[in-house]
């Protein structure tokens, strides 16, 4: 594969009808371009040749949360505490890049809890069914295809770049226009055109891809496809606050003590409990019973979703209902959203639908082959390859905090700041909630507010600030309440605001001596309630305690009186022979054939 680079937007198409004679194929990447990165284009090409299956790309974005969590895991395992250092993730990430660029993952001692970390990864990218930047490469490097020309029309990523070098690219051309002639041998790396910056063209609103609700969609999506991405379970149950972050942990850790993945986990507990019967249902000392309703809730949302895409035929139509079955879901939960999901996934289904066209690879057999399955995993690679990166922390925190953007703003008082400066006149045309209370009639003459035009300018003068003020200019002999003074028959003395009635007069200051008197009757007569309530349960409990014992029933021992009284007047006689105590003598048969056989001897 060769690179090109040509940034200028204007004879565009003169460049690729240039490059076309060299090769037959020209690929296109930037937003401009047919694709949206390298990546894009790598994993396109290797959907259409049927590789990779139901493996999910990892955005490269997400490849410094991952080493968070491994190293998580690795200091837990060997010292108890999931606590790291900064240079145990640089090292880390390191490692793993140097060894992932090579083609191989890293096998080594377990020394140290890097090294732990690093001998996970394969295995945490295997049990989540999922597939890294260099991973995506190495399959790409197995097809046998055409030779092809790639024609970069904006600066490469830090992802691009990466994936470039693991696919052997040293650099790029750059294509030059002079007199109407194309020149293309000046050999740049890509390191050099990084550091270009052309026209800021930010991420137009095709996508959303800084929205916190597209990308929960996103990462429902992808749980749709592959139902092993833990990453993504967090992402979805954090994002739309169904779960917390301290109980996804606790999810994450109990999933640990199994086979199992996050999802999974939750699938078999909800089922559990919905089972019946104590022997199925866990007991009350699982750590999932707290939020037992939202696992049930998240099950049930990706069985109906998992339904529509199993029984509608149409891809666009069953995705959409998907995404509105989320929509849904989201606001039902509360969750509101800068951007219409439903209208994203309009804009992006064209995209797609343009893109399968060029699939050339046969149908294949089982999941593979649904037409829904397959574009649902050509919208999750797309969203892979454009989330946006955010900032390094190798970056962002090798700056002071003068050069730091995001912190100095936090630092500005309103006398550091001039008239002209951008963030003032923003104020000023935003306005502000305190300053709009301060000009209201009434309450503007309180504070007292002097202009600068009044101060002598002989005198040194301190800063006039507009806001913050610590002196008490403002507490005036009159009442703090705002025009209080044109109110009639209020008072706003005393211990609390105390209305009177439309006919009473004014409320004098005596009266305060009265209401609490009033306040003081209202307290015993409280008292003295709830003391006689006291009294009546102790009475009760006392009672209760004093009452004789319940008789036992006569019931059965009247019934045979009654019996025996019958037989005296009727004359007829019990057989049955009884010992003294009134019970009958059950004597076996054996012993009364012996006493009859004895009598019979005797003379």
Known sequence: MEVYHYFDSTNLTQVKDHLVTKCATVQTVGKEGKWRGVLDLLLHTCRANQ???RKLVTPHADFDVLCRLLLQDANRKLTGDSIFTRSELYELKSILTKCRSEGTFFSGDNDSTVNVAANQYKEFLSKCNLVDIWGVCTEYNKLTTAKSILLLIEPPSSCDIKILEALGCDGSLQVSIQDDEIDCEERVHFSELSEITCEENSEDSTFGVDCQE???????CRLLVNSRDELSVARLVTGS???THDQCQVVRKETA???????????????????????????????????????????KLVESAQTKVESIKDPELAIQKVTSLFKAWLLKRGVKSRVDIVDTWSRVSKI????????????????????VMNVLTGLVDLYSCISSEPDSPEHVEAKTPARSKKLTRFFRTPATQSKSSPLVQDMDQEGDEFEKIVAKEGVGDKFLKKESNDVNSETPVRPQYARYKSSLAWAQDSSPVPESAER????????????????????????VAASSNSVTSILEEIEEKQMKERNEELDAILRKAKAPPEKKSRKRILVKEAESDMMEKYGVENKKPKHKDGVENKKPKQDVEK????QKKKP
């Not at 919905?274 to 249902?281: I, P, V």
């Not at 866990?282 to 939020?291: A, I, N």
């Not at 009639?488 to 009266?511: I, K």
């Not at 006493?595 to 004895?598: A, D």
Request: glycine content about 12%; some cysteine; aromatic content about 8%.
């Open 488 to 511: 009639e028959n209020v008072r706003v003395f005393g211990s609390t605001l105390v209305c009177a009635g439309g006919n009473s007069p004014g409320t004098p200051v005596s009266s």
């Open 595 to 598: 006493k009859e056989k004895r």
């Open 257 to 299: 003590n199994t086979k199992l993945t996050m999802l999974q986990n939750m699938v078999s507990y909800a089922t559990q409990t919905e089972l019946g019967g104590k022997s199925y249902a866990p007991g009350e000392e699982h750590p999932f019973l707290d939020f037992q309703p939202s696992i049930v809730e998240l099950v």
């Open 214 to 220: 597209v990308e929960s969609w996103i990462s429902f």
């Open 352 to 371: 797609l639908k343009e893109r399968s066209a060029d699939n050339f690879g046969t149908p294949g057999s089982g999941l593979i082959g649904k037409p």
């Open 241 to 243: 606050g169904l779960l």
């Open 51 to 53: 590789k990779l299956r």
